[in-house]
Protein backbone atom coordinates (compact mmCIF):
# COMPACT_ATOMS: atom_id res chain seq x y z
CA UNK A 1 0.00 0.00 0.00
CA UNK A 2 0.95 3.93 -0.33
CA UNK A 3 0.53 4.50 3.83
CA UNK A 4 3.17 6.64 4.62
CA UNK A 5 4.87 4.55 7.43
CA UNK A 6 6.51 5.54 10.56
CA UNK A 7 8.52 4.30 12.81
CA UNK A 8 7.15 6.27 16.08
CA UNK A 9 3.41 8.15 15.56
CA UNK A 10 2.39 9.93 18.63
CA UNK A 11 -1.20 11.46 18.92
CA UNK A 12 -1.78 14.29 20.53
CA UNK A 13 1.14 17.24 21.51
CA UNK A 14 -0.21 17.95 24.99
CA UNK A 15 2.35 16.94 28.53
CA UNK A 16 2.21 13.06 27.23
CA UNK A 17 2.78 13.66 23.60
CA UNK A 18 5.81 15.94 24.14
CA UNK A 19 7.10 13.83 27.18
CA UNK A 20 7.61 11.57 23.95
CA UNK A 21 8.41 13.58 21.63
CA UNK A 22 11.58 14.62 23.45
CA UNK A 23 12.40 11.37 24.67
CA UNK A 24 12.40 9.31 21.60
CA UNK A 25 13.77 12.19 19.04
CA UNK A 26 16.68 12.15 21.93
CA UNK A 27 17.23 8.89 21.49
CA UNK A 28 17.84 9.08 17.99
CA UNK A 29 14.30 8.12 16.72
CA UNK A 30 12.20 9.63 14.05
CA UNK A 31 8.99 10.57 14.99
CA UNK A 32 5.67 11.36 13.29
CA UNK A 33 3.01 13.44 16.18
CA UNK A 34 -0.57 14.60 15.01
CA UNK A 35 -2.62 17.11 16.49
CA UNK A 36 -6.02 18.08 15.76
CA UNK A 37 -5.14 21.63 16.97
CA UNK A 38 -3.82 24.59 15.08
CA UNK A 39 0.43 25.12 15.39
CA UNK A 40 -0.53 28.78 17.81
CA UNK A 41 3.00 30.21 16.18
CA UNK A 42 1.06 32.90 13.76
CA UNK A 43 -0.31 36.35 14.69
CA UNK A 44 -3.99 36.64 13.64
CA UNK A 45 -4.96 40.32 12.37
CA UNK A 46 -4.65 42.11 15.22
CA UNK A 47 -1.09 41.11 15.48
CA UNK A 48 -1.50 38.73 18.71
CA UNK A 49 -1.90 34.90 18.41
CA UNK A 50 -4.05 34.68 21.49
CA UNK A 51 -7.42 36.66 22.32
CA UNK A 52 -8.31 38.10 25.99
CA UNK A 53 -10.70 36.11 28.30
CA UNK A 54 -13.04 39.29 27.57
CA UNK A 55 -12.78 39.60 24.00
CA UNK A 56 -12.85 36.38 22.28
CA UNK A 57 -12.84 35.31 18.73
CA UNK A 58 -12.49 32.57 16.51
CA UNK A 59 -9.31 31.98 17.87
CA UNK A 60 -10.55 31.11 21.67
CA UNK A 61 -12.98 28.23 21.24
CA UNK A 62 -12.83 24.43 19.28
CA UNK A 63 -15.89 25.32 16.70
CA UNK A 64 -18.78 27.26 18.92
CA UNK A 65 -20.42 29.90 17.89
CA UNK A 66 -20.72 30.94 21.26
CA UNK A 67 -17.77 31.38 24.18
CA UNK A 68 -19.23 28.65 26.95
CA UNK A 69 -16.54 30.03 30.08
CA UNK A 70 -17.31 28.04 33.31
CA UNK A 71 -18.77 31.21 35.21
CA UNK A 72 -22.35 31.33 33.87
CA UNK A 73 -23.74 34.73 35.23
CA UNK A 74 -22.53 37.49 36.98
CA UNK A 75 -25.04 39.36 39.01
CA UNK A 76 -27.52 37.52 36.40
CA UNK A 77 -25.47 38.80 33.41
CA UNK A 78 -24.95 36.24 31.50
CA UNK A 79 -20.96 36.38 31.04
CA UNK A 80 -20.48 34.43 27.35
CA UNK A 81 -20.31 35.91 23.71
CA UNK A 82 -21.44 35.11 20.10
CA UNK A 83 -17.95 33.90 18.29
CA UNK A 84 -16.96 33.00 14.94
CA UNK A 85 -16.53 29.21 14.56
CA UNK A 86 -12.78 28.03 14.23
CA UNK A 87 -10.03 25.84 15.17
CA UNK A 88 -9.98 28.18 18.39
CA UNK A 89 -7.36 26.71 21.47
CA UNK A 90 -9.87 26.00 24.32
CA UNK A 91 -12.28 23.12 24.15
CA UNK A 92 -15.34 21.67 26.30
CA UNK A 93 -16.37 19.02 25.53
CA UNK A 94 -19.69 18.64 26.72
CA UNK A 95 -21.28 14.99 27.87
CA UNK A 96 -25.07 14.67 30.14
CA UNK A 97 -23.74 16.16 33.37
CA UNK A 98 -20.22 16.69 33.05
CA UNK A 99 -18.29 19.33 30.61
CA UNK A 100 -14.68 19.08 30.04
CA UNK A 101 -12.51 21.75 29.28
CA UNK A 102 -9.09 20.90 27.26
CA UNK A 103 -6.68 22.62 25.20
CA UNK A 104 -6.39 22.10 21.10
CA UNK A 105 -3.31 22.75 19.52
CA UNK A 106 0.32 22.37 19.54
CA UNK A 107 1.31 21.77 23.04
CA UNK A 108 -2.45 20.66 24.49
CA UNK A 109 -3.81 21.63 27.56
CA UNK A 110 -0.17 23.94 27.96
CA UNK A 111 -1.68 26.31 25.68
CA UNK A 112 -4.95 27.55 28.48
CA UNK A 113 -3.96 26.55 31.33
CA UNK A 114 -3.12 28.49 34.52
CA UNK A 115 0.36 27.35 34.87
CA UNK A 116 0.32 25.62 38.63
CA UNK A 117 3.20 22.95 38.60
CA UNK A 118 2.10 21.04 41.64
CA UNK A 119 3.67 17.91 42.74
CA UNK A 120 0.56 15.08 44.05
CA UNK A 121 1.02 14.41 48.17
CA UNK A 122 2.84 11.46 48.48
CA UNK A 123 0.16 9.40 50.08
CA UNK A 124 -2.18 9.68 46.82
CA UNK A 125 0.92 8.33 44.52
CA UNK A 126 0.89 5.45 47.60
CA UNK A 127 -2.98 4.78 47.86
CA UNK A 128 -3.79 5.40 44.22
CA UNK A 129 -1.02 4.60 41.87
CA UNK A 130 0.04 0.94 43.25
CA UNK A 131 2.25 0.68 39.67
CA UNK A 132 4.24 4.09 40.21
CA UNK A 133 7.05 3.33 42.95
CA UNK A 134 7.14 6.34 44.98
CA UNK A 135 10.64 6.45 45.46
CA UNK A 136 11.34 6.60 41.78
CA UNK A 137 8.56 8.90 41.54
CA UNK A 138 9.78 11.48 43.56
CA UNK A 139 13.69 11.09 43.33
CA UNK A 140 13.64 10.48 39.56
CA UNK A 141 10.69 11.26 37.42
CA UNK A 142 9.01 14.34 39.43
CA UNK A 143 12.43 16.49 39.61
CA UNK A 144 13.07 15.54 35.64
CA UNK A 145 9.91 16.83 34.71
CA UNK A 146 10.21 19.87 36.85
CA UNK A 147 13.45 20.40 35.72
CA UNK A 148 12.96 20.40 32.02
CA UNK A 149 9.50 21.61 31.81
CA UNK A 150 11.49 24.62 33.89
CA UNK A 151 9.23 25.11 36.54
CA UNK A 152 9.84 28.20 38.92
CA UNK A 153 8.68 29.56 42.24
CA UNK A 154 6.70 32.97 41.86
CA UNK A 155 8.77 35.98 43.94
CA UNK A 156 7.71 36.35 47.62
CA UNK A 157 7.77 39.84 47.85
CA UNK A 158 5.62 40.59 44.60
CA UNK A 159 3.08 38.08 45.23
CA UNK A 160 2.60 39.90 49.20
CA UNK A 161 2.20 43.37 47.69
CA UNK A 162 1.58 43.44 44.02
CA UNK A 163 -2.09 44.91 43.69
CA UNK A 164 -2.67 42.10 41.20
CA UNK A 165 -2.36 39.87 44.20
CA UNK A 166 -5.07 41.45 46.44
CA UNK A 167 -7.43 38.81 45.25
CA UNK A 168 -4.86 35.76 46.52
CA UNK A 169 -3.85 37.45 49.64
CA UNK A 170 -7.64 38.10 51.04
CA UNK A 171 -8.39 34.38 50.09
CA UNK A 172 -5.49 33.52 51.89
CA UNK A 173 -6.15 35.88 54.73
CA UNK A 174 -9.51 34.13 55.26
CA UNK A 175 -8.60 30.84 54.77
CA UNK A 176 -5.82 30.65 57.54
CA UNK A 177 -8.03 32.59 59.66
CA UNK A 178 -10.18 29.52 59.41
CA UNK A 179 -7.47 27.30 60.48
CA UNK A 180 -6.56 26.19 56.93
CA UNK A 181 -2.38 25.82 55.30
CA UNK A 182 -2.20 28.17 52.66
CA UNK A 183 0.59 27.28 50.30
CA UNK A 184 2.46 29.32 47.11
CA UNK A 185 2.73 26.94 44.74
CA UNK A 186 5.25 27.17 41.50
CA UNK A 187 4.35 28.09 38.30
CA UNK A 188 5.15 27.68 34.71
CA UNK A 189 4.84 31.51 34.54
CA UNK A 190 7.91 33.05 34.42
CA UNK A 191 7.80 35.04 37.76
CA UNK A 192 10.19 38.10 35.84
CA UNK A 193 7.96 38.42 33.21
CA UNK A 194 4.83 38.84 35.43
CA UNK A 195 6.39 41.47 37.81
CA UNK A 196 7.94 42.99 34.66
CA UNK A 197 4.68 43.18 33.13
CA UNK A 198 2.75 44.54 36.17
CA UNK A 199 5.26 47.55 36.28
CA UNK A 200 4.54 48.27 32.77
CA UNK A 201 8.24 47.04 31.96
CA UNK A 202 7.11 44.13 29.54
CA UNK A 203 3.92 43.28 27.62
CA UNK A 204 1.10 42.25 29.44
CA UNK A 205 -0.88 39.13 29.54
CA UNK A 206 -1.19 37.35 32.70
CA UNK A 207 -2.40 40.99 34.13
CA UNK A 208 -3.93 41.60 30.44
CA UNK A 209 -7.05 39.32 30.81
CA UNK A 210 -5.13 36.53 29.00
CA UNK A 211 -5.27 32.60 30.18
CA UNK A 212 -7.56 30.05 29.17
CA UNK A 213 -8.07 31.47 25.56
CA UNK A 214 -4.16 31.15 25.26
CA UNK A 215 -1.77 33.64 26.92
CA UNK A 216 0.79 35.71 24.81
CA UNK A 217 3.34 36.19 26.69
CA UNK A 218 5.39 35.08 29.66
CA UNK A 219 3.69 31.04 29.84
CA UNK A 220 6.91 28.17 29.63
CA UNK A 221 4.08 26.45 27.53
CA UNK A 222 5.71 22.92 26.17
CA UNK A 223 6.37 24.87 22.64
CA UNK A 224 9.18 26.70 25.16
CA UNK A 225 10.26 23.36 26.78
CA UNK A 226 9.80 19.87 25.69
CA UNK A 227 8.69 20.45 22.21
CA UNK A 228 11.23 22.67 21.58
CA UNK A 229 13.99 20.32 22.51
CA UNK A 230 11.85 17.76 20.20
CA UNK A 231 11.76 20.07 17.02
CA UNK A 232 15.43 21.36 17.65
CA UNK A 233 16.43 17.62 17.36
CA UNK A 234 15.46 17.62 13.52
CA UNK A 235 13.53 14.50 13.89
CA UNK A 236 9.75 15.76 14.85
CA UNK A 237 7.42 16.18 12.44
CA UNK A 238 4.33 17.56 13.71
CA UNK A 239 1.27 17.16 11.24
CA UNK A 240 -2.11 19.76 12.80
CA UNK A 241 -5.23 19.94 12.44
CA UNK A 242 -5.36 16.39 11.88
CA UNK A 243 -7.68 14.19 13.97
CA UNK A 244 -6.54 10.20 14.51
CA UNK A 245 -10.09 8.41 14.62
CA UNK A 246 -9.70 4.89 14.60
CA UNK A 247 -6.46 2.01 15.31
CA UNK A 248 -6.46 -1.47 13.77
CA UNK A 249 -3.85 -3.59 13.76
CA UNK A 250 -1.65 -4.02 10.65
CA UNK A 251 -1.50 -7.50 8.93
CA UNK A 252 1.68 -6.93 8.07
CA UNK A 253 3.00 -5.80 11.73
CA UNK A 254 2.31 -2.78 13.44
CA UNK A 255 -0.68 -0.49 13.43
CA UNK A 256 -2.99 1.46 11.36
CA UNK A 257 -4.39 4.84 12.33
CA UNK A 258 -7.21 6.63 10.75
CA UNK A 259 -7.19 10.07 10.17
CA UNK A 260 -9.20 12.58 9.25
CA UNK A 261 -8.63 16.18 8.33
CA UNK A 262 -9.95 19.18 10.54
CA UNK A 263 -11.48 21.59 7.75
CA UNK A 264 -11.97 25.63 8.41
CA UNK A 265 -15.63 25.39 9.56
CA UNK A 266 -14.92 22.05 12.04
CA UNK A 267 -15.90 19.77 9.18
CA UNK A 268 -14.27 16.29 9.52
CA UNK A 269 -13.00 15.40 5.80
CA UNK A 270 -11.37 11.10 5.61
CA UNK A 271 -7.19 11.49 4.92
CA UNK A 272 -5.86 8.60 4.88
CA UNK A 273 -4.59 6.66 7.18
CA UNK A 274 -0.54 6.67 8.62
CA UNK A 275 1.05 3.50 9.81
CA UNK A 276 3.32 3.00 12.43
CA UNK A 277 5.51 0.33 13.98
CA UNK A 278 4.96 1.82 17.92
CA UNK A 279 2.11 4.13 18.24
CA UNK A 280 2.27 6.53 21.82
CA UNK A 281 -1.41 7.58 22.41
CA UNK A 282 -1.68 10.73 24.29
CA UNK A 283 -5.08 12.56 23.11
CA UNK A 284 -5.66 12.93 27.11
CA UNK A 285 -8.17 11.55 29.30
CA UNK A 286 -10.91 11.92 26.72
CA UNK A 287 -8.54 12.04 23.20
CA UNK A 288 -7.44 8.98 24.27
CA UNK A 289 -10.21 6.93 25.80
CA UNK A 290 -12.48 8.44 22.21
CA UNK A 291 -9.72 6.53 20.29
CA UNK A 292 -9.75 3.13 21.49
CA UNK A 293 -13.36 2.50 22.11
CA UNK A 294 -14.17 3.88 18.86
CA UNK A 295 -11.67 1.39 17.44
CA UNK A 296 -13.49 -1.28 19.10
CA UNK A 297 -16.91 0.13 18.24
CA UNK A 298 -16.03 -0.15 14.75
CA UNK A 299 -14.71 -3.03 14.92
CA UNK A 300 -10.83 -2.38 13.80
CA UNK A 301 -9.37 -3.26 17.29
CA UNK A 302 -10.75 -6.57 19.17
CA UNK A 303 -9.73 -7.72 22.26
CA UNK A 304 -9.35 -4.05 24.04
CA UNK A 305 -8.81 -4.62 27.50
CA UNK A 306 -11.89 -4.23 29.85
CA UNK A 307 -10.40 -1.90 31.78
CA UNK A 308 -10.31 0.69 29.19
CA UNK A 309 -13.31 3.51 29.31
CA UNK A 310 -13.23 2.20 33.15
CA UNK A 311 -11.69 4.34 36.23
CA UNK A 312 -12.54 8.11 35.01
CA UNK A 313 -12.69 11.15 37.14
CA UNK A 314 -12.36 15.02 37.34
CA UNK A 315 -9.95 15.54 39.91
CA UNK A 316 -12.45 16.43 42.06
CA UNK A 317 -13.05 19.66 40.67
CA UNK A 318 -15.41 22.09 42.69
CA UNK A 319 -15.40 25.73 41.72
CA UNK A 320 -17.08 28.04 44.05
CA UNK A 321 -17.33 31.58 44.99
CA UNK A 322 -17.76 33.31 48.29
CA UNK A 323 -18.51 37.03 48.72
CA UNK A 324 -16.70 38.90 50.94
CA UNK A 325 -16.99 42.24 53.27
CA UNK A 326 -16.77 45.39 51.24
CA UNK A 327 -14.05 46.13 53.69
CA UNK A 328 -11.79 43.32 52.04
CA UNK A 329 -12.56 43.93 47.96
CA UNK A 330 -10.21 41.50 45.79
CA UNK A 331 -9.22 43.79 43.08
CA UNK A 332 -9.70 45.53 40.14
CA UNK A 333 -6.51 44.19 38.88
CA UNK A 334 -6.43 40.16 39.19
CA UNK A 335 -3.79 38.23 37.19
CA UNK A 336 -4.78 35.12 35.61
CA UNK A 337 -2.00 32.92 37.11
CA UNK A 338 -2.84 31.59 40.40
CA UNK A 339 -0.34 31.70 42.88
CA UNK A 340 -1.91 29.94 46.32
CA UNK A 341 -3.65 26.59 47.46
CA UNK A 342 -5.65 26.35 50.54
CA UNK A 343 -3.77 22.78 51.94
CA UNK A 344 -6.81 21.35 53.37
CA UNK A 345 -5.18 18.13 51.69
CA UNK A 346 -2.20 17.14 53.52
CA UNK A 347 -1.70 20.45 55.61
CA UNK A 348 -4.97 20.46 58.01
CA UNK A 349 -5.64 18.65 61.07
CA UNK A 350 -8.86 17.55 59.72
CA UNK A 351 -9.07 15.29 56.76
CA UNK A 352 -10.92 17.10 54.38
CA UNK A 353 -8.59 16.46 51.63
CA UNK A 354 -9.21 19.52 49.63
CA UNK A 355 -6.64 21.58 47.95
CA UNK A 356 -8.45 24.60 46.58
CA UNK A 357 -6.92 27.04 44.39
CA UNK A 358 -7.41 30.54 44.93
CA UNK A 359 -8.78 31.54 41.83
CA UNK A 360 -8.71 34.99 39.93
CA UNK A 361 -11.61 36.19 38.74
CA UNK A 362 -9.91 39.23 36.44
CA UNK A 363 -13.45 40.70 35.64
CA UNK A 364 -11.33 44.48 35.35
CA UNK A 365 -14.07 45.61 37.86
CA UNK A 366 -14.40 44.95 41.95
CA UNK A 367 -16.24 42.13 42.60
CA UNK A 368 -15.46 41.57 46.01
CA UNK A 369 -15.85 38.01 44.92
CA UNK A 370 -13.41 34.61 46.38
CA UNK A 371 -13.42 31.78 43.79
CA UNK A 372 -11.68 28.71 44.28
CA UNK A 373 -11.25 25.69 41.87
CA UNK A 374 -11.25 23.12 44.68
CA UNK A 375 -9.71 19.19 44.32
CA UNK A 376 -11.01 17.07 46.60
CA UNK A 377 -10.89 13.15 47.20
CA UNK A 378 -14.07 11.37 45.86
CA UNK A 379 -13.88 7.87 45.53
CA UNK A 380 -16.59 7.67 43.15
CA UNK A 381 -15.54 7.18 39.40
CA UNK A 382 -17.31 7.55 35.95
CA UNK A 383 -16.93 5.51 33.47
CA UNK A 384 -16.75 5.70 29.57
CA UNK A 385 -18.98 3.72 26.85
CA UNK A 386 -20.29 4.25 23.13
CA UNK A 387 -23.10 5.39 21.48
CA UNK A 388 -23.77 3.39 18.57
CA UNK A 389 -26.72 5.10 17.05
CA UNK A 390 -25.38 8.53 17.36
CA UNK A 391 -21.58 7.30 16.83
CA UNK A 392 -20.37 9.06 19.81
CA UNK A 393 -18.62 8.64 22.78
CA UNK A 394 -20.39 8.67 26.00
CA UNK A 395 -19.80 9.72 29.62
CA UNK A 396 -21.81 7.55 32.68
CA UNK A 397 -21.38 10.57 35.44
CA UNK A 398 -24.48 12.31 37.43
CA UNK A 399 -24.32 14.76 39.78
CA UNK A 400 -24.47 11.87 42.08
CA UNK A 401 -21.47 11.11 41.10
CA UNK A 402 -19.97 14.87 42.45
CA UNK A 403 -21.86 15.03 45.71
CA UNK A 404 -19.11 13.83 48.13
CA UNK A 405 -16.75 16.30 46.09
CA UNK A 406 -19.63 18.99 46.65
CA UNK A 407 -19.54 17.57 50.69
CA UNK A 408 -16.07 18.25 51.11
CA UNK A 409 -15.32 21.76 49.45
CA UNK A 410 -18.74 22.87 51.58
CA UNK A 411 -17.27 21.84 54.71
CA UNK A 412 -13.92 23.70 54.15
CA UNK A 413 -15.90 26.69 53.00
CA UNK A 414 -18.45 26.67 55.66
CA UNK A 415 -15.22 26.55 57.79
CA UNK A 416 -14.00 29.86 56.39
CA UNK A 417 -17.07 31.99 56.06
CA UNK A 418 -17.94 30.74 59.27
CA UNK A 419 -14.66 32.51 60.41
CA UNK A 420 -15.04 35.53 58.21
CA UNK A 421 -18.89 36.03 58.68
CA UNK A 422 -19.25 36.19 54.81
CA UNK A 423 -21.11 33.81 52.54
CA UNK A 424 -21.43 32.41 49.14
CA UNK A 425 -21.71 34.09 45.96
CA UNK A 426 -25.21 32.17 44.54
CA UNK A 427 -25.13 34.05 41.32
CA UNK A 428 -22.42 32.85 39.20
CA UNK A 429 -23.07 29.14 37.99
CA UNK A 430 -26.95 29.82 37.32
CA UNK A 431 -29.34 31.40 39.70
CA UNK A 432 -28.91 29.73 43.29
CA UNK A 433 -25.97 27.58 42.76
CA UNK A 434 -23.25 28.03 45.04
CA UNK A 435 -20.98 24.88 43.99
CA UNK A 436 -20.19 24.58 40.41
CA UNK A 437 -20.01 20.37 40.09
CA UNK A 438 -20.88 20.05 36.25
CA UNK A 439 -17.28 21.31 34.98
CA UNK A 440 -13.72 19.97 35.33
CA UNK A 441 -10.25 21.28 34.11
CA UNK A 442 -8.91 17.83 35.12
CA UNK A 443 -10.29 15.08 33.46
CA UNK A 444 -8.31 11.93 34.88
CA UNK A 445 -8.63 7.96 33.70
CA UNK A 446 -10.23 6.01 30.99
CA UNK A 447 -6.75 3.73 30.33
CA UNK A 448 -5.48 3.51 33.40
CA UNK A 449 -2.18 2.33 34.27
CA UNK A 450 -1.88 -1.03 35.56
CA UNK A 451 -5.19 -2.05 34.68
CA UNK A 452 -5.88 -1.31 30.81
CA UNK A 453 -2.03 -0.98 30.68
CA UNK A 454 1.03 -2.62 32.23
CA UNK A 455 3.07 -0.56 34.55
CA UNK A 456 5.04 0.95 31.24
CA UNK A 457 1.26 2.16 29.90
CA UNK A 458 1.91 -0.47 27.31
CA UNK A 459 -1.81 -1.24 26.27
CA UNK A 460 -2.50 -5.02 27.66
CA UNK A 461 -2.56 -7.44 24.33
CA UNK A 462 -1.31 -4.90 22.19
CA UNK A 463 2.18 -4.87 21.44
CA UNK A 464 3.40 -1.65 20.30
CA UNK A 465 0.79 0.49 21.15
CA UNK A 466 1.50 2.83 24.56
CA UNK A 467 -0.74 5.16 26.62
CA UNK A 468 0.99 8.32 27.92
CA UNK A 469 -1.03 10.70 28.93
CA UNK A 470 -3.56 11.46 31.84
CA UNK A 471 -5.82 8.72 30.85
CA UNK A 472 -3.19 6.96 32.97
CA UNK A 473 -4.23 8.52 36.31
CA UNK A 474 -6.62 7.31 38.86
CA UNK A 475 -9.50 10.22 38.20
CA UNK A 476 -8.21 12.21 41.35
CA UNK A 477 -4.28 13.46 42.15
CA UNK A 478 -4.75 15.34 45.05
CA UNK A 479 -3.57 18.27 43.13
CA UNK A 480 -3.53 20.22 39.83
CA UNK A 481 -2.41 17.47 37.07
CA UNK A 482 0.14 18.22 34.50
CA UNK A 483 3.36 18.02 37.04
CA UNK A 484 2.12 14.33 37.63
CA UNK A 485 1.18 13.25 33.89
CA UNK A 486 4.72 14.92 32.61
CA UNK A 487 6.69 12.73 35.77
CA UNK A 488 4.02 9.46 35.00
CA UNK A 489 5.10 10.51 30.96
CA UNK A 490 8.72 10.32 32.21
CA UNK A 491 8.44 7.10 33.44
CA UNK A 492 6.72 5.39 30.63
CA UNK A 493 9.01 7.55 27.89
CA UNK A 494 12.26 5.15 29.88
CA UNK A 495 10.72 2.12 28.99
CA UNK A 496 9.71 2.95 25.79
CA UNK A 497 12.81 4.36 24.59
CA UNK A 498 14.29 1.26 25.88
CA UNK A 499 12.06 -1.00 24.11
CA UNK A 500 12.77 1.33 21.04
CA UNK A 501 16.42 0.33 21.00
CA UNK A 502 16.03 -3.50 21.91
P1 LIG B 1 -3.67 17.35 26.79
O1 LIG B 1 -5.12 17.63 26.79
O2 LIG B 1 -2.75 18.38 27.33
O3 LIG B 1 -3.19 17.08 25.28
C1 LIG B 1 -3.88 16.27 24.39
C2 LIG B 1 -3.65 16.80 22.98
O4 LIG B 1 -4.05 15.82 22.04
C3 LIG B 1 -4.44 18.06 22.66
O5 LIG B 1 -3.60 19.01 22.05
C4 LIG B 1 -5.52 17.56 21.71
O6 LIG B 1 -5.93 18.55 20.77
C5 LIG B 1 -4.84 16.40 21.04
N1 LIG B 1 -5.76 15.34 20.58
C6 LIG B 1 -6.74 14.76 21.29
N2 LIG B 1 -7.32 13.78 20.59
C7 LIG B 1 -6.69 13.74 19.40
C8 LIG B 1 -6.85 12.93 18.24
N3 LIG B 1 -7.77 11.97 18.18
N4 LIG B 1 -6.05 13.17 17.17
C9 LIG B 1 -5.10 14.15 17.22
N5 LIG B 1 -4.91 14.94 18.30
C10 LIG B 1 -5.69 14.73 19.38
N6 LIG B 1 -3.28 21.62 35.23
C11 LIG B 1 -2.31 21.98 36.11
O7 LIG B 1 -1.53 21.13 36.54
N7 LIG B 1 -2.18 23.29 36.49
C12 LIG B 1 -3.02 24.27 36.05
O8 LIG B 1 -2.87 25.45 36.41
C13 LIG B 1 -4.07 23.88 35.16
N8 LIG B 1 -5.00 24.79 34.73
C14 LIG B 1 -5.90 24.43 33.75
C15 LIG B 1 -6.76 25.40 33.20
C16 LIG B 1 -7.60 25.04 32.15
C17 LIG B 1 -8.53 26.09 31.58
C18 LIG B 1 -7.61 23.73 31.63
C19 LIG B 1 -8.51 23.33 30.50
C20 LIG B 1 -6.77 22.78 32.19
C21 LIG B 1 -5.92 23.12 33.25
N9 LIG B 1 -5.05 22.18 33.78
C22 LIG B 1 -4.13 22.55 34.73
C23 LIG B 1 -5.09 20.77 33.35
C24 LIG B 1 -3.96 20.40 32.40
O9 LIG B 1 -3.83 21.34 31.35
C25 LIG B 1 -4.25 18.99 31.84
O10 LIG B 1 -4.30 18.10 32.94
C26 LIG B 1 -3.21 18.50 30.87
O11 LIG B 1 -3.07 19.38 29.76
C27 LIG B 1 -3.51 17.09 30.38
O12 LIG B 1 -2.39 16.60 29.68
P2 LIG B 1 -2.52 15.40 28.66
O13 LIG B 1 -1.17 15.13 28.12
O14 LIG B 1 -3.25 14.30 29.30
O15 LIG B 1 -3.48 15.94 27.49
Excluded at 91 to 96: G, N, Q
Excluded at 207 to 214: L, R
Excluded at 324 to 347: C, E, Y
Amino acid sequence: DDDDVVDHLIVGSGYGGAVLGHRLTAAGHQVLMLEMGQDWSTPGKDGKVFTKMTEPDERSMWFRDRTVMPLATFLGVPIDKVIPRGPGVLDRIDFASMSVYAGRGVGGGSLVNGAMAVAPPRSLVEERMPDVNPDAFYSTYLPRAQQTLGVRSHDAAFVAESPYYQFSRVGRASAEKAGFPVVEVPSLYDPDHLQAEAEGRAPASATAQEVIFGNNHGKRDLTKSYLRLARASGRLTIRTLVRATTLARRPQGGWTVTIESVGPDGTMRPAGTVAAKRVYLAGGSVGTTELLLRSQAHGTLADLPDAVGQGWGPNGNIMVGRANHVTSPTGMKQSTIPVHGIDAWTGAARADRVFAEIAPLPAGIETWVSLYLAITDNPRRGSFGWDPARDRLTLDWSPEHAAPSVAATERVLDAINRAAGTSYRVDLFGTGKAFSDGFTYHPLGGVLLGQATDAGGRLRGHEGVYVVDGSLLPGVVGVNPYLTITAVAEMIAEGAVRDASA
